[in-house]
């Protein structure tokens, strides 16, 4: 049985005067334990409506939403759902609520009468997950944008979630702050084999998922491995979609003769086809150059400077 068990699952939002929004119409999607799924698509593809599936915020209005084998349309699993799936949402102002940033990991699972010795050392342990604890005695209001969805991620963690959705959360922040939370997904997809459901409007993001999901006006679109998903670049444009940059160079390269394999997707796929490209004699005499150079400006220095080498 996989984690997520999704048949058929169509949804339509009541728009008043007996009228309907279809926003998600005959999605069937297993994702299993331990997966790290990527979901893509454009604006108003229904990549939030799924999330919120995921976590029993929605119910379907035809199909099935099931969470280890639990219907989400059954009200009494629903806190047992969503001790199993974790949210982590766009705004990080949006989901923080105590003053303090431990107090604020520890809501979830004081909630769940969880005593309060194991509270404390599911909180320090989330913390040092996610690299924040010694931010612990800090106001939640005094952190960046991406240390504020690190607290959220710890949060969930404290409950001892098993699936981690992220409903565009790196949308609001700086390229460090994004780079911050996507290390973290990895780390924690890697080493405690958390499911990741990772909706993301950047390609480079999706790129280092196991799996790629595209929606499209609320139907599945493609769903494959990122090479499978990328691989299929017009159809991804017809969409409103791109490539990741690393994807895309690599197909310019191709076209101008340079022998650079298919099935590049990640920057560090490009930068070793790049780097095998280059014959290791040469690669070792371009070395030897550039530490002959800074030699030889170490050099200049010292004569200028009366015989004492200078560092910049
Ligand atoms: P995405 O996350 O891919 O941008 P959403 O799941 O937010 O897409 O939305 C899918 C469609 O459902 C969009 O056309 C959106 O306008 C519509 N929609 C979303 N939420 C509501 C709502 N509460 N009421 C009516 N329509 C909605």
Redo the contacts with the bound molecule.
């Keep these: 049985m996989a984690l997520i068990e999704i048949e058929h699952l169509s949804h339509a939002?009541?728009?008043g005067e007996g009228g309907q929004?279809v926003?998600?119409e005959d999605v069937s999607l297993a994702i299993e334990a331990g997966e790290f799924v990527a979901v893509l698509?454009?604006?108003?593809?229904?990549?939030?409506?799924?999330?919120k599936h995921l976590d029993a915020l929605l119910l379907p209005t035809n199909g099935t939403c099931r969470i280890d084998g639990m219907d989400t349309k059954n009200a009494d699993q629903v806190w047992r759902i969503r001790q199993k799936v974790g949210m982590v949402f766009q705004n990080p102002d949006n989901q923080l609520i105590a003053a303090v940033v431990e107090d604020d990991v520890a809501f979830g699972p004081e909630n769940l009468g969880v005593p309060p010795r194991e509270i404390r050392q599911r909180v320090d342990e989330a913390l040092a997950a996610v690299g924040m604890t010694k931010f612990r005695t800090f106001a939640p209001h005094l952190l960046s944008g991406g240390q504020k969805q690190r607290i959220a991620i710890a949060g969930a963690l404290a409950m001892q979630t098993e699936c981690l959705v992220f409903?565009?959360a790196t949308a609001m922040l700086d390229p460090e702050g994004r780079a911050e939370i996507l290390s973290i997904v990895k780390k924690l997809h890697d080493e405690q084999h958390i499911t990741m459901v990772y909706?993301t409007h950047f390609m480079e993001e999706a790129a280092v998922a196991d799996r790629v999901i595209v929606?499209d006006h609320?139907k599945l679109a493609m769903d494959g491995t990122p090479r499978e998903v990328f691989a299929r670049a017009d159809e991804l444009q017809e969409l409103g979609l791109d490539v990741p940059l690393s994807v895309e160079l690599g197909a310019k390269l191709r076209n101008d003769g340079i022998a650079i394999p298919q099935e590049i997707v990640t920057e560090d796929d490009l930068v070793q086809a790049l780097a095998s490209l280059v014959p290791s004699h040469q690669r070792n005499a371009a070395n030897d150059e550039r530490r002959a150079g800074v030699q030889r400006s170490m050099n200049d220095k010292s004569d200028a400077k009366g015989g004492v080498p200078v560092a910049d």
């Design positions: 939002y009541p728009m929004h926003a998600l698509g454009s604006n108003g593809s229904g990549k939030s409506t799924l999330a409903d565009e909706i929606l609320g």
